[in-house]
């Protein structure tokens, strides 16, 4: 079935570092790759996405990049600070029942930035 | 737009009592989506809705669990009765066609 997966499940950096979280899916149908980050106690928020077409895509310190062929994609995250503090999705839709679109999350990643 | 606009934020109930959750999309989305959100299972997706039409209601964990969209502009998922292991956030989540998806502020639920 549709499957999303995340890694790492934790992720500790120290300020000023870099962090990289990595997804693979299963949907080769799938053209749409958001993130979501979500803070402790609030919503899940998006903080960037990209669609199948391209293979980055870069805003301020995010980056997020695109394997379509391997299936997998990655959310970079450069010169961390310590409000990047938060739990990551990645989330990939998938086509079912005419043609109507699924989001599946992945299983997050927490990540701590030390100071 | 106020966003997505779930409630109640907060709800404590016993178990075995009927509790209903609610959520108004963002006017002119086209999918609503319900996920339970607890710290063993992640962001698992209950069902969702597309034109108001329940189109994939495998996520749902039993006939406890029930969940209706009577018109574009609100949505219900009800459980009855409820039990202590459903205590979560319940989150909906709205958009249109194939972009991003908007979450409401979540509902948490405590069965004790």
Known sequence: GENVEQHPSTLSVQEGDSAVIKCTYSDSASNYFPWYKQELGKRPQLIIDIRSNVGEKKDQRIAVTLNKTAKHFSLHITETQPEDSAVYFCAAPTTGYSSASKIIFGSGTRLSIRP | ?112
């Open chain 2, 1 to 112: 737009d106020a966003g997505v606009i779930q409630s109640p934020r907060h709800e404590v109930t016993e178990m075995g009592q009927e509790v209903t959750l609610r959520c108004k999309p963002i006017s002119g989305h086209d999918y609503l989506f319900w996920y339970r959100q607890t710290m063993m299972r992640g962001l698992e997706l209950l069902i969702y809705f597309n034109n108001n039409v329940p189109i994939d209601d495998s996520g749902m964990p039993e006939d406890r669990f029930s969940a209706k969209m009577p018109n574009a502009s609100f949505s219900t998922l009800k459980i009855q009765p409820s039990e202590p292991r459903d205590s979560a956030v319940y989150f909906c989540a709205t958009r249109m066609g194939r972009g991003e998806a908007f979450f409401g502020q979540g509902t948490r639920l405590t069965v004790v």
